[in-house]
């Protein structure tokens, strides 16, 4: 099973530094390495003022679809 991400979510993980591409047959480690990095940058870059940014919901919503997968 793959990660269908959309353009914009394709966009922050390449500014993030990872694969735009999510699949099961990732290894653990793989996974873990995807996952650390976009939870760290939604934990950096993710919160304003008043909670959740732009950026913050676009990380919430790619780690919420590889949890899926």
Known sequence: M?????KEQK????KIGVRS???SDM???EV???VDKVSE???LHGFSDNGL?????????I????ADV
């Open 53 to 61: 940014n732009k950026e913050g919901q676009i990380c919430e919503d």
């Open 32 to 34: 873990e390495s995807f």
């Open 2 to 6: 793959t990660a269908n991400f959309s």
């Open 41 to 43: 940058h939604l934990q």
């Open 21 to 23: 591409s999510f699949d």
């Open 63 to 66: 780690l919420n679809l590889v």
């Open 11 to 14: 966009a922050m993980l390449e």
């Open 27 to 29: 290894s653990e480690d």
